[in-house]
């Protein structure tokens, strides 16, 4: 299989760009926190909405190459971010305090569960382009989108 066949494939666009994400997340935090010298918490939080915004084009620009309104996209994803929030809180709080599981293994297993997930949130509702109803419909049918 080609590179290009490779990336025809939304579900590996969106990994890609998960990934460039945790990445872009990583430095932007390191630079704000070590190289400019603020404090944890300040360097945290921009980071967080840093990676929101990189995050929220990655995959509207690169993974899902949506045509989409962009207002109507940042709305549904932000609702999305938000629900996801309230979820891993509640799965890793749940995990780890009452079934004795690690934070890092409760974190991995709803980090599975919230990428699962999203993928299809993101492909058939936050992305997917709109009729003039405002229902999601097919933007490349029959194709590894």
Same mark, same amino acid.
């Given at each position: 299989?080609? /590179? !290009? !066949? /490779? %990336?025809?494939?939304?579900? %590996?666009?969106?990994?890609?760009?998960? +990934?460039?994400?945790?990445? @872009?997340?990583?430095?932007? %935090?390191?630079? /704000?926190?070590? +190289? %400019? +010298?603020?404090?944890?918490?300040?360097?945290?939080?921009?980071?967080?909405?840093?990676?929101?915004?990189?995050?929220?084009?990655? #995959? =509207? *620009? @690169?993974?899902? #190459?949506?045509?989409?309104?962009? !207002?109507?996209?940042?709305? =549904?994803?932000? *609702? /999305?971010?938000?629900? &996801?929030?309230?979820?891993?809180?509640?799965?890793?709080?749940?995990? &780890?305090?009452?079934?004795?599981? +690690?934070?890092?293994?409760? #974190?991995? *297993?709803?980090?599975?569960?919230? $990428?699962?997930? &999203?993928?299809?949130?993101?492909?058939?509702?936050?992305?997917?382009?709109? &009729?003039?109803?405002?229902? !999601?419909?097919? $933007?490349?049918?029959?194709?590894?989108?």
């Amino acid at each position: 299989m080609t /590179l !290009a !066949a /490779l %990336l025809r494939s939304s579900a %590996l666009r969106y990994v890609v760009a998960g +990934g460039m994400a945790f990445i @872009f997340n990583v430095i932007l %935090l390191n630079v /704000l926190r070590e +190289g %400019l +010298g603020w404090p944890t918490s300040v360097s945290a939080m921009l980071a967080f909405w840093g990676t929101f915004g990189f995050s929220y084009a990655m #995959q =509207r *620009i @690169f993974a899902f #190459q949506s045509t989409s309104s962009v !207002a109507g996209s940042l709305v =549904r994803y932000s *609702i /999305l971010v938000a629900f &996801n929030s309230v979820v891993v809180s509640v799965v890793v709080t749940i995990c &780890n305090e009452h079934f004795g599981i +690690g934070l890092g293994t409760s #974190q991995l *297993i709803v980090t599975i569960m919230t $990428t699962t997930w &999203n993928y299809f949130a993101y492909k058939h509702w936050v992305y997917a382009a709109r &009729n003039r109803s405002g229902k !999601a419909e097919e $933007t490349h049918a029959g194709s590894a989108r």
